[in-house]
């Protein structure tokens, strides 16, 4: 199993970004996967959930604000974040667990003031 995140980046205070995770060795159709971040001394959070096609579950602090969906043609799961705020500053990961937690690289968002 694979995962690899792409999107991340620098940007102000009320923008967006899209990440990107792109999964392999999976039957990508029906595997859940979650998008995690982790900022500076603090632990892991679960950002984002989607099962199957159209189940999704979000963290408080983000929703209204992050949307998670996927393309199973592109076996990909994005997280279209808007109006981002600093406490958004974090490395993001992609998860899927199969018997064990198989996670992507990260990629980093920082969120200016």
């Known amino acids: 199993v694979q995962l690899v995140e792409s999107g991340g980046g620098l940007v102000q205070a009320g923008g967006s970004l899209r990440l990107s995770c792109e999964v392999s060795?999976?039957?990508?159709?029906?595997?859940?996967i979650n998008w995690f971040r982790q900022a500076p001394g603090k632990q892991r959070e679960l950002v984002a959930t989607?099962?199957?096609?159209?189940?999704?579950n979000y963290a408080d602090s983000v929703k209204g604000r992050f949307t998670i969906s996927r393309d199973n043609a592109k076996n990909s799961v994005f997280l279209q974040m808007n109006d981002l705020k600093p406490e958004d500053t974090a490395v993001y990961y992609c998860n899927t667990y199969r018997g064990f937690n198989y996670w992507g690289q990260g990629t980093q968002v920082t969120v200016s003031s």
């Open positions: 989607i099962v199957g096609s159209d189940s999704t």
């Open positions: 060795g999976v039957t990508f159709s029906i595997t859940t």
